[in-house]
Each structure stands twice: as C-alpha cells, then as structure tokens.
C-alpha cells in the first residue's frame, strides 16, 4: 500500500492560537485552507501591476491583499525560508522578490515566524504553487498574506526584474491591484518615496522592555549549543529583532531582557546585563542617530554585540560611516572569510547598507569580509569588547555555519566577567 506523505490541507478548515514561553501570542485568522484560493486555471486576466521608478510596468496576477503600496524593489536568492523572510522586520518599506521560481508549496506553519506580522509591502514572485503540502503546515501563504495585509504578485518575469536591478541598481516600485491609478500615477508615487534618510526602526521595535526565554526547540538544537542554566544576562536592543537571535541566545545560556530602540544607555546600565545585543533592523542605519548615541554611550562599559543594523550603528558609534549598496545582499548562500581563523563561511545574508571600512579608525579590526564584493561583512575591538557581523549567524533562514559566533558573545561575557 502507498504511504501518504503530507496533508492535503484543502480538507481542513482551521484557527490557530498559541502563547510560546516568552509570552508571545501566535494566532491566525486564517479558517480556510483551500488550493483553489490558491490559483484559478484556466489564466485569469493581469490585476496586477509593479511600476518601477525607471517607467517600467510588469503585468501580472494578484494574491494576498489588494490595494496600492510602495516601497524599495529588493531580490532575494534564499531557495527556502519564504516564511522567515516575510516576517523578518528588516524587510519593512521594501518589496521583496524571490528569485526561486515557485514559492508557497510548503505552505505556512506556526514555528517559522520571525516575528509576529509580515513586514514587507508585498511579495514578488514567479509561480504560486498550486498546492501546500507539508507535515508543518497549517495554511496557505496566500491566505496568510490576505490575513497580514500584505501584498503579492505572481507571473511575472522575475529573473527580469532581478537583471535590471543588478544593472541599474534598488529601485522603487509601487504594487497595485486598483485599474484607477494609472502608470503615470504610480511612476509619480515611485518617485516621491524615499527609504533613504528615513528612521525605519521606530515603526518596527517594541514599545516595553519584555523577557525572553524560548530556546531552539529540541528537535532543531545543535550539538554545540552552549550552557544550559542561564548564566548570561543580556539587553537585546530590539530595532527590529528576528526571534531567531533570540532563540539562539537562550540556546546559549542567556537570560534575556529586550528592551525599545530608545531606551537609555543610563537604564540599560542599571540592569547590570553581562552582554548587550544590538539587533538587525531595516532602513537607513545613518538615519537613526539616537540609536548611534545609545551605542556609544554602552560602549567600554559593557561586552557588545552586533548584527546586521547593530553592526551598522556600532561601525558608526566607533567613528566610521555608512553606505548605500548597489543593490545589497539578500540570499542565503553568501561566500564570507573569516580572517581571524581563514575559514570560509556560507552565510545568510539581509541587507542595502554597509560599513566603509576605509572609514573607521585606526585599530578597528576588519574580522570578516564578504567574497562576492569584498565588503566588510564583521568587526571587533578588542578593547571596548566590540565585535559585529553584518550577516546573520542566527539564519533562518539559511545555513548555521556562523552559529559558534553566538559562543564567541559568551566567551566575550565570561572574559568581561573576569575581569570585573
Ligand atoms: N537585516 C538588517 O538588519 C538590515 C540592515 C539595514 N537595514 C540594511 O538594509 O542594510
């Protein structure tokens, strides 16, 4: 007799509602689950469209919510993980484009959001599968879009779209399923847009300091996960944080107190944490100079830690500056030498800006580079106990090369405890 593999979910209808450790509440009001939501065959007309800044319109077909948004055109190569991505705070004001040419056929499931809500303004993608099936999954992504006011296209040329923006660089668009508007309108309403010079942050982080306390489930956990009573406390900064980060810390034996963008330096050095992180977080990293103030302030005081925005505000807190990029890193197989050690890790990857590293001074040390451009991709000084990494070690998703980094953090905390 065949073994069934997987669910065919279009039987079951469904709501989901669950409180994890740290008092998160995780729910959906999705209650149907129906392929046929899905994708309608035979081709329904195009009512849809994404006008680029550039003039250019891209016919194609809607799913998720309606309506007209905008924000930065952003491709990632990640061939999995579409759930992670679209929940990954950093994505806020921007579109994201998978470049994997279907998506959506694992569906949605409770486990693999990286925060509470989807961020980005809309998903761009080749092929929406025409089924889900996965023993995780619970709906469907375009249900769950709907759900999350987020929007999506389909069929449309997305190797296309990912050729211009490699040549000419990020571009603005605007998402519309409403006829009314015309080109011209949405070209007008590319163009005034700006992501640059703009505090992303605030609209992402939290609003009160929270504990954290789930771990990578078991079934998940590496062998080198670090201590298991909670030795470590740590402020995370939360300017936008993947639950990931959180997840591995607690991995790692942190106890962990996440705290807004702008909470005071002078608060964050009452609670007497061993470690601070500084968490990813999307937009303009020298837009946000409040946050660059905090990080200075913590500076020497404390053992720090940076990723992705965190080590863009640190480079800046350290005397250096930052930079646009052509079109960023968004994928997750990102080639990174680790100089300290000469191996190479391949790594997850989020970002538009950077750290110049010609920038910093003297005595900053360039700890990781990136071999697809050679840009500075990590740093450490030593003797602030500084070190940063512009990638993401926490991935989801994506590879877990860079996870011992989260073990180098401890080792920092022990040596500052040390010497204490
Ligand atoms: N993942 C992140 O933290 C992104 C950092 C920053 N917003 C950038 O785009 O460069």
């Known amino acids: 007799m065949a073994t069934k593999i997987g669910i065919d979910i279009s039987l079951r209808n469904f709501s989901?509602?669950?409180?994890?450790?740290?008092?998160?509440?995780?729910?959906?009001?999705?209650?149907?689950?129906?392929?046929?939501?899905?994708?309608?065959?035979?081709?329904?007309?195009?009512?849809?469209r994404l006008v680029l800044e550039d003039g250019s319109v891209w016919k194609a077909k809607s799913f998720g919510s309606s309506g007209t948004k905008v924000g930065e055109v952003v491709f990632n190569t990640s061939l999995t993980g579409y759930q992670e991505i679209i929940t990954d705070p950093s994505y806020a004001n921007q579109f994201v484009l998978m470049t994997c040419p279907q998506i959506g056929n694992t569906g949605i499931n409770l486990?693999?959001?990286?925060?509470?809500q989807c961020h980005p303004g809309g998903m761009i993608i080749r092929s929406l599968s025409i089924s889900t099936s996965n023993w995780r999954a619970i709906g469907n992504i375009s249900d769950y879009l709907t759900a999350n006011n987020m929007m999506?296209?389909?069929?449309?040329?997305?190797?296309?779209?990912?050729?211009?923006?490699?040549?000419?660089?990020?571009?603005?668009?605007?998402?519309?399923?409403?006829?009314?508007?015309t080109n011209e309108e949405l070209v007008?309403?590319?163009?005034?847009?700006?992501?640059?010079?703009?505090?992303?942050?605030?609209?992402?982080?939290?609003?009160?300091?929270?504990?954290?306390?789930?771990?990578?489930g078991s079934e998940?956990?590496?062998?080198?996960?670090?201590?298991?009573?909670?030795?470590?406390?740590?402020?995370?900064?939360?300017?936008?944080?993947?639950?990931?980060?959180?997840?591995?810390?607690?991995?790692?034996?942190?106890?962990?107190?996440?705290?807004?963008?702008?909470?005071?330096?002078s608060e964050t050095l009452k609670m007497k944490p061993d470690g601070v992180l500084f968490s990813?977080?999307?937009?303009?990293?020298?837009?946000?100079?409040?946050?660059?103030?905090?990080?200075?302030?913590?500076?020497?005081?404390?053992?720090?830690f940076g990723i992705c925005m965190g080590h863009q505000l640190l480079g800046q807190a350290l005397g250096g500056k930052t930079f646009k990029m052509k079109f960023g890193h968004h994928g997750g197989n990102h080639p990174v030498r680790n100089l300290q050690n000469g191996s190479v890790e391949i790594s997850a990857q989020n970002?538009?800006?950077?750290?110049?590293?010609?920038?910093?001074?003297?005595?900053?040390?360039?700890?990781?580079?990136?071999?697809?451009?050679?840009?500075?991709?990590?740093?450490?000084?030593?003797a602030l106990s500084v070190?940063?990494?512009?990638?993401?070690?926490?991935?989801?998703?994506?590879?877990h090369d860079s996870d011992l980094v989260f073990g180098k953090f401890i080792h920092l905390m022990e040596q500052g405890k040390t010497n204490a």
């Not at 296209?153 to 923006?165: P, S």
């Not at 990813?280 to 020298?286: E, F, H, I, L, T």
């Open 16 to 48: 989901a509602r669950r409180t994890n450790k740290s008092g998160n509440v995780q729910c959906f009001t999705v209650v149907k689950c129906s392929t046929s939501s899905l994708v309608e065959r035979p081709w329904k007309p195009f009512d849809a």
């Open 111 to 116: 486990d693999d959001e990286e925060s509470k």
């Open 152 to 181: 999506g296209i389909y069929d449309v040329d997305t190797r296309a779209i990912t050729r211009r923006l490699r040549q000419d660089g990020s571009l603005k668009g605007v998402l519309s399923t409403e006829s009314s508007k």
């Open 188 to 216: 007008e309403m590319a163009l005034t847009f700006s992501i640059n010079g703009v505090d992303s942050i605030s609209g992402v982080s939290c609003t009160a300091p929270y504990e954290w306390v789930d771990e990578t």
């Open 220 to 265: 998940w956990e590496f062998s080198n996960k670090g201590a298991d009573d909670k030795s470590f406390d740590v402020v995370a900064y939360d300017f936008g944080i993947k639950h990931n980060i959180l997840r591995r810390l607690a991995s790692y034996g942190c106890k962990i107190t996440v705290v807004p963008s702008t909470w005071p330096a």
């Open 280 to 304: 990813n977080g999307p937009g303009d990293p020298s837009a946000v100079p409040y946050a660059v103030e905090i990080v200075k302030e913590l500076l020497g005081k404390v053992p720090v």
């Open 351 to 382: 970002h538009n800006y950077a750290v110049d590293p010609t920038s910093l001074p003297e005595g900053i040390e360039v700890t990781h580079v990136n071999l697809n451009d050679g840009s500075c991709a990590g740093l450490a000084f030593p």
């Open 387 to 399: 070190m940063s990494l512009q990638y993401h070690p926490e991935a989801s998703p994506g590879p």
